[in-house]
T-cell receptor
Framework: GAGVSQTPSNKVTEKGKYVELRCDPI?????LYWYRQSLGQGPEFLIY????????DSGLPNDRFFAVRPEGSVSTLKIQRTERGDSAVYLC?????????????FGAGSRLTVL | AQSVTQLDSQVPVFEEAPVELRCNYS??????LFWYVQYPNQGLQLLLK??????LVKGINGFEAEFNKSQTSFHLRKPSVHISDTAEYFC??????????FGSGTRLSIRP
């Protein structure tokens, strides 16, 4: 696609529910990143994929968070037993490769609100 | 581990005045440095980047930044700001084959 697409753009859920957030990266980009941005903060790294595998998942806050990229393109971030503290904008970005020199192209984000 | 510190959370300036947004980083290896901008109700986009070579890099919209290895800084500057520069600016650091770490951001507000 022309840009990074994220769905849904907004998600309101209740505490304890399960949520999936989807990211469709730019075609041909092998690296895909997930960040979380809370109000007034910078993007906080969660996980990045090189192809189908998670190259670095050190930013996932706990085992309620999980992400997959089964075919090396679309990725899904999964959050189990959501908590109010999970409320944030979840950003996805992609780049040509996993080199730190590459520029990230960001999607518009998925705003998650946990009531 | 790498980290980024943006010393000012908010910077108010008058239109047509110069501005400097400060960024300091910490890393034990060679780094790549970036400034990203987030305009109101828009996604993050690249403003400029330093990979190697000349320490003064120029970006879009008249912005420039200077890499100072001895001071571990990468401050962003513009000689004359415009209302349209109102945005949040994020400094970021990475190294080869590593994740990109962002600072907490500086909100630039322009007064007419």
């Amino acid at each position: 696609g022309a840009g990074v697409s994220q769905t849904p753009s907004n998600k309101v859920t209740e505490k304890g529910k399960y949520v999936e957030l989807r990211c469709d990266p730019i075609s041909g980009h092998t690296a895909l990143y997930w960040y979380r941005q809370s109000l007034g903060q910078g993007p906080e790294f969660l996980i990045y994929f090189q192809g189908t595998g998670a190259a670095d998942d050190s930013g996932l806050p706990n085992d309620r968070f999980f992400a997959v990229r089964p075919e090396g393109s679309v990725s899904t971030l999964k959050i189990q037993r959501t908590e109010r503290g999970d409320s944030a904008v979840y950003l996805c970005a992609s780049s040509l490769s996993g080199s730190g020199a590459n520029v990230l192209t960001f999607g518009a984000g998925s705003r998650l609100t946990v009531l | 581990a790498q980290s980024v510190t943006q010393l000012d959370s908010q910077v108010p300036v008058f239109e047509e005045a110069p501005v400097e947004l400060r960024c300091n980083y910490s890393s034990s290896v060679s780094v790549y440095l970036f400034w990203y901008v987030q305009y109101p109700n828009q996604g993050l986009q690249l403003l400029l980047k330093y990979l190697s070579g000349s320490t003064l890099v120029k970006g879009i919209n008249g912005f420039e930044a200077e890499f100072n290895k001895s001071q571990t800084s990468f401050h962003l500057r513009k000689p004359s700001v415009h209302i349209s520069d109102t945005a949040e600016y994020f400094c970021a650091v990475s190294s080869s084959a590593s994740k990109i770490i962002f600072g907490s951001g500086t909100r630039l507000s322009i007064r007419p």
